[in-house]
């Protein structure tokens, strides 16, 4: 199975900061990332497909790349309401796993 | 509005069987791939299986492979998450989700429920 490897585990960031995180999976998997927002206690939200597309509502301070086989969701202004944790997934197959985590702090 | 709505929490005790829903309205049920996630308590999500619902073609994680059952009930716009024995590691929040692109399998997931929590006590 195709391994999604995501970091850092955690970060602390400042208000306005840009902050980036990475996933990077075990095999070509073409664009078929996405990235969610899980906010304690909620059901998580789909902020990026397609590696790059964003979902309708979310805001353009978000943004996710691709280089090969390594993604990135990148928040180019962090605001106190993205603290949060966020998950890569790959969908191209099944099982359509989910990264570890990583845990955006202010 | 599209929404999925799961039934409610769980408190179960080891060995006995269980099966949750998720209801979907607002979209066309038939069409569009669902999944099943857990969450443990304090860990990450972990995708568990998906199904859709037109022809019940179902794919597991080869992690819960032979440990739940996915099945779906198009009459009633529901799919369900099943086990026949349930242990204490079962203790957990199960979310399901609905594929973002009608027909496609190979979607992310854009809606999803509210999630159930099921305990399991030993």
């Known amino acids: 199975d195709i391994q999604m490897t995501q970091s850092p585990s955690s970060l602390s960031a400042s208000v306005g900061d840009r902050v980036t995180i990475t996933c990077r999976a075990s095999?070509?998997?073409?664009?078929?990332v996405a990235w969610y927002q899980q906010k304690p206690g909620k059901a998580p939200k789909l902020l990026i497909y397609g590696a790059s597309a964003l979902q309708s509502g979310v805001p353009s301070r978000f943004s996710g790349n691709r280089y090969g086989t390594e993604f990135t969701l990148t928040i180019s202004s962090l605001q106190p309401e993205d603290v949060a944790i966020y998950y890569c997934?790959?969908?191209?197959?099944?099982?359509?796993?989910f990264g570890q985590g990583t845990k955006v702090e202010i | 509005e599209v929404q999925l709505v799961q039934s409610g929490a769980e408190l179960k005790k080891s060995g006995e069987s269980l099966k949750i829903s998720c209801q979907g309205s607002g979209y066309s049920f038939d069409t569009y791939w669902i999944g099943w996630v857990r969450q443990e308590p304090g860990k990450g999500l972990e995708w568990m299986g998906i199904?859709?619902?037109?022809?019940?073609?179902?794919k597991y994680s080869p992690s819960f492979e032979g440990q739940v059952t996915i099945s779906v009930d198009k009459s009633i716009d529901t799919a369900y998450l099943q086990w026949s024995g349930l242990k204490a590691s079962d203790t957990a929040i199960y979310y399901c989700?609905?594929?973002?692109?009608?027909?496609?399998?190979?979607?992310?997931?854009?809606?999803w429920g509210q999630g159930t929590q099921v305990t399991v006590s030993s």
């Open positions: 989700a609905r594929h973002l692109r009608e027909f496609n399998y190979g979607a992310a997931f854009d809606i």
């Open positions: 997934q790959k969908y191209n197959s099944a099982p359509q796993t």
């Open positions: 199904i859709y619902p037109g022809d019940s073609d179902t």
């Open positions: 095999q070509g998997i073409a664009n078929y």
